[in-house]
């Protein structure tokens, strides 16, 4: 399996709150997503990074922002968590862009 | 444009029997395709991918894909299935053309496994 870690892996917030989900990379990929999973929609790309600093909007972006300061790291920050952000978060690296891709375990997370 | 298109979102076997998941993609330009399959709870792993080499592309765990330009399709199958064979599989296509690359998602197949 590629070396993938999301952190944490469950999570309950409240409406309002900030929320930090980080992604942890061991493979010295260059291309890092996250993507958000529901129930009818699949998988939707919120953003990704081409580098360290280099970051790019998806499909989905509104109310996220994201943060790469090493190779290694991918955050992902909900800056005032609303309900509609609840969902299944995915982690995926790739040495190609929006190529071949590998995922971490995701995040699970309830905004109440 | 891209798109990829799974039409069946249950297909249900009996062990043993064999499988078939259909994928249908639309593409202006020759793409790459990959189908990636995920247990529940878990992340998605890659079962096999396509990259115009050979157009029959053998996966893990006894998946095969065949890929029919013509058809425009990239069905995956299997002789005999196995109750571990459960979970939920995507057929995902790669268009990869410099500022507009992009990785299309279909909206996955759930596949149950009856003993």
């Known amino acids: 399996d590629a070396g993938i870690t999301q952190s944490p892996r469950h999570k309950v917030t409240e409406t309002g709150t900030p929320v930090t989900l980080r992604c942890h990379q061991t493979?010295?990929?260059?291309?890092m997503y996250w993507y958000r999973q529901d129930p009818g929609h699949g998988l939707r790309l919120i953003h990704y990074?081409?580098?360290?600093?280099?970051?790019d909007k998806g499909e989905v972006s509104d109310g996220y922002s994201v943060s790469r300061s090493k190779t290694e790291d991918f955050l992902l920050t909900l800056e005032s968590a609303t309900s509609s952000q609840t969902s299944v978060y995915f982690c995926?690296?790739?040495?190609?862009?929006?190529?071949?891709?590998?995922f971490g375990p995701g995040t699970r997370l309830t905004v109440t | 444009a891209q798109s990829v298109t799974q039409l069946d979102s249950h297909v249900s076997v009996s062990e043993g029997t064999p499988v078939l998941l259909r994928c249908n993609y639309s593409?202006?330009?020759?793409?790459?395709l990959f189908w990636y399959v995920q247990h529940p709870n878990k992340g998605l792993q890659l079962l096999l991918k396509y990259t115009s080499a050979a157009t029959l592309v053998k996966g893990i765990n006894g998946f095969e894909a065949e890929f029919k330009k013509s058809e425009t399709s990239f069905h995956l199958t299997k002789p005999s299935a196995h109750m571990s064979d459960a979970a939920e599989y995507f057929c995902v296509v790669s268009l990869r053309t410099g500022a507009n690359s992009k990785l299309t998602f279909g909206k996955g197949i759930t596949l149950s496994v009856r003993p």
């Open positions: 593409s202006s330009y020759s793409p790459s």
């Open positions: 990074s081409y580098g360290v600093k280099d970051t």
């Open positions: 995926a690296i790739s040495e190609l862009g929006f190529y071949e891709q590998y």
């Open positions: 493979e010295n990929h260059r291309y």
